[in-house]
């Protein structure tokens, strides 16, 4: 008997629109309280949109307003400074 493959979650880029694997994006989560922040475990509370790992994407999200969209706020400059800051250090 074979074993029996996992289905690997798939989910879509805000920013470049491309269907990858859960684990290669990362989640930006907005909860009702607070501002929008990088999710590292994936389980926080709030409205969720996931990004690739790259500042490209996160600038196509911010120009086209799709992560407005998906997490249903208007996203200030402020954050995406804030998310571009976190977003710099994994790409060195």
């Known amino acids: 008997m074979a074993l029996k493959q996992r289905k690997i979650p798939m989910r879509m880029c805000v920013g470049c629109r491309e269907m990858k694997p859960k684990m290669e994006l990362l989640r930006i989560v907005k909860p009702q309280d607070a501002d929008a922040h990088i999710d ?11 990004v690739c790992q790259s500042i490209e994407c996160l600038k196509k999200a911010q120009k086209s307003r799709a992560l407005d969209r998906a997490l249903d706020t208007k996203i200030e400059d402020a954050v995406f400074d ?9 790409e060195a």
């Open 82 to 90: 804030q998310l571009q800051a976190q977003i710099q250090p994994e």
């Open 40 to 50: 590292r475990t994936g389980k926080a509370k709030g409205r969720g949109a996931y």
